[in-house]
T-cell receptor, first 115, second 111 residues
Framework: ETGVTQSPTHLIKTRGQQVTLRCSSQ?????VSWYQQALGQGPQFIFQ???????GRGNFPPRFSGLQFPNYSSELNVNALELDDSALYLC??????????????FGPGTRLTVT | SQKIEQNSEALNIQEGKTATLTCNYT??????LQWYRQDPGRGPVFLLL?????KEKRKERLKVTFDTTLKQSLFHITASQPADSATYLC??????????FGTGTRLKVLA
């Protein structure tokens, strides 16, 4: 186990609704990245938060937004849900700093189903 | 655009043999490359990281090579065991604090 937790485990929402997913990072880690993983695909980078600021973003529309809190936990918010948003949402924590490459520690994921 | 290719077909090998998985990439020169293991319904688990100036990295039965000329990484599991059966993902660093993942290769080790 990595020490990264996510909630909820599973979620079913209706198209057009909004959802908030939560992630607690591993102790000592200051960076959280969020990924979307469709069935049979690799994780797709959504965005990364470092010390409460967005540090990079993938090709996802603005209805995907996030927050990082002072304790480095994080939220992913998705507005106006679409059927294609159904996926496994993963958060990964790491320790960022100048000149280093960091392994990422993933949580178990939240399975979102949009109907 | 940046592209990562991993064998989309599942790889079946006999227990005790060496499994070799391939990760090819185009249109990018990553400084780092990582390999992860993912079991069904679970998050990926970090295995190894290799830098562009390292040709090879080892950890127990695992070995990763990184050829920046060929734009390829090979991931080897020696003396494979049924417990090694999983999907293996490679991920490239883009230099902007984000990683691009391949689609993964599903490995099945037959007893």
């Amino acid at each position: 186990e990595t020490g990264v937790t996510q909630s909820p485990t599973h979620l079913i929402k209706t198209r057009g609704q909004q959802v908030t997913l939560r992630c607690s990072s591993q102790s000592g880690h200051n960076t959280v990245s969020w990924y979307q993983q469709a069935l049979g695909q690799g994780p797709q980078f959504i965005f990364q938060y470092y010390r409460e600021e967005e540090n990079g973003r993938g090709n996802f529309p603005p209805r995907f937004s996030g927050l990082q809190f002072p304790n480095y936990s994080s939220e992913l918010n998705v507005n106006a849900l679409e059927l294609d948003d159904s996926a496994l949402y993963l958060c990964a924590s790491s320790l960022e700093g100048r000149g280093h490459a960091y392994e990422q520690y993933f949580g178990p994921g939240t399975r979102l189903t949009v109907t | 655009s940046q592209k990562i290719e991993q064998n989309s077909e599942a790889l079946n090998i006999q227990e005790g043999k060496t499994a070799t998985l391939t990760c090819n990439y185009t249109n990018y020169s990553p400084a780092y490359l990582q390999w992860y293991r993912q079991d069904p319904g679970r998050g990926p688990v970090f295995l190894l990281l290799i830098r562009e100036n390292e040709k090879e990295k080892r950890k127990e039965r695992l070995k990763v090579t990184f050829d920046t000329t060929l734009k390829q990484s090979l991931f080897h599991i020696t003396a494979s065991q049924p417990a090694d059966s999983a999907t293996y993902l490679c991920a490239l660093d883009t230099g902007t604090y984000k990683y691009i993942f391949g689609t993964g290769t599903r490995l099945k080790v037959l007893a």
